[in-house]
């Protein structure tokens, strides 16, 4: 005969309160609070049955912000260096304190080489005191070495973290090696991202990414922790290679092509002027409508991919419209190292999706041409030779792994609308060979 339970299961649930400098458990929700200091949003529970477990409820809530100005590095402007403090007290602290700054800055090589002398007149204008590490931040590059190094150095610098964040200036892979070696460093140091190339100003800026490559995959280590602040100014982006800007574009298209018909086609009408003017608002030879479509592209492109990230920050919600173009590039863009940018690799991946969305019944014949040219027209690559068909089913493959068991394809519906989607490996297969032959 089965024993009875000699203990039925007794479950308290606890207020987590503050009184006199120490936190203590009491049981219940309703507080008195006059006779508290303070309430935790924290919550604790335990369940008694032979043994005892407790469980603790913490929310962790996230403040950052993407700050747009401009004249970044100009003397005269204070955000590099305390646009990300929120409190006014501390603010004002710091300014009547004629303690020096210091400040950690990592920057990319080529960005240092163009921006190393106005960067160093700034700091020195500002009488901080600082370490300037320049580092070739590239995609080979993008490793647990190159995090470490940087580590080697802030901990040389003895950095306080409680009131020196550390900068990150330069494209992507800057911004995410740094984000992750400040979120190693005494568990999280707090960090400031300053995006040099449009790519990053509007992807890598936004979220809360970090990582290296590891294991010859992408992105493989890394954590969620966003910086304390972005601080964007559109003036960086007048220094990079045109290839750089059409890269940009592609995440632009991205988001486009997943809920923003407008920005679709603002693309698709002023494209190629984007790529002309490199974003830069005082060109007299297209005037004002060049000036309009930047801002607005670049407003468009943050302002939805914010709206995309800020409840997912930790991709807890496995169906991600940002994974449009994502799911083959990552292992076509490593399988092909260096001679892919990674937005080139997510619209050959992005690309290759149009058709199979078009094979699915998604998009007209008519939709998926008007898509192909925009791409064309900003100058992005649409087909590959190492794209083949064995890496698709392989990197579909590893979705299923690691997103419960659906692919969960982010596909375009018309023009600025998508739908995630299951296919068939006989449409896929179908949407291959046509993609082949016509593009």
């Known amino acids: 005969q089965p024993e009875e339970k000699d203990t039925k299961e007794k479950k308290t649930e606890f207020s987590l309160v503050r009184v006199k400098d120490t936190w203590k458990c009491q049981p219940g929700k309703k507080i008195n609070k006059d006779r508290v200091d303070s309430v935790s949003a924290a919550k604790c529970e335990s369940v008694t049955e032979k043994g005892t477990t407790w469980t603790v409820i913490s929310p962790i809530v996230f403040t950052y912000k993407v700050t747009e100005t401009q004249g970044l590095l100009d003397p005269g402007n204070d955000t590099l260096l305390l646009g990300h403090i929120n409190d006014p007290q501390q603010l004002e602290d710091i300014k009547k304190s004629n303690k020096p700054i210091r400040r950690f800055v990592v920057i990319d090589q080529e960005v240092f080489q163009i921006y190393g002398s106005k960067l160093t007149e700034y700091l020195t204008a500002k009488n901080v005191s600082y370490k300037i590490l320049a580092l070739p931040t590239t995609e080979e590059n993008k490793s647990m070495e190159m995090a470490l190094k940087i580590l080697d150095e802030v901990n040389n610098f003895s950095l306080d973290r409680r009131t020196e964040p550390i900068i990150a200036i330069g494209g992507g892979v800057c911004l995410d090696i740094v984000g992750l070696a400040a979120s190693l460093y005494r568990r999280r140091t707090p960090y400031i991202r300053v995006p040099t190339t449009l790519l990053s100003y509007i992807d890598a800026s936004v979220g809360a990414k970090t990582g290296v490559n590891f294991a010859n995959c992408k992105n493989k280590l890394g954590a ?135 094979e699915c019944g998604l998009l007209t014949e008519e939709e998926k041409q008007r898509i192909i040219s925009c791409m064309l027209s900003l100058e992005l690559p649409v087909w590959h030779e190492e794209f083949t068909m064995d890496l698709i089913q392989n990197s579909l493959q590893d979705r299923l792994k690691h997103s419960g068991g659906l692919v969960r394809m982010p596909l375009p519906v018309g023009l600025g609308q998508a739908i995630f989607n299951n296919t068939s490996y006989e449409i896929l297969h179908r949407a291959y060979e046509k993609w082949c032959e016509e593009v």
């Open 224 to 358: 969620y922790i966003p910086p304390a602040a972005t601080f964007l100014d559109l003036s960086f982006i007048q220094t990079i290679p045109r290839r750089h800007i059409a890269n940009g574009l592609a995440e632009m298209l991205k988001m486009a092509l997943m809920k923003h018909r407008a920005l679709f086609e603002l693309l698709e009408k002023h494209g190629s002027v984007l790529l002309d003017t490199k974003f830069q608002v005082d060109n007299s030879l297209y005037g004002c409508s060049s000036f309009m479509a930047a801002s607005q592209a670049t407003h468009i492109a943050i302002m939805t991919m914010l709206e995309e990230l800020a409840p997912n920050l930790w991709e807890d919600d496995l169906n991600r419209l940002v994974d449009f173009g994502h799911l083959i590039s990552p292992a076509l863009e490593m399988k092909v190292l260096p001679s892919l940018l990674h937005g080139e690799a997510v619209n050959i991946d992005m690309s290759y999706m149009v058709y199979v969305s078009q």
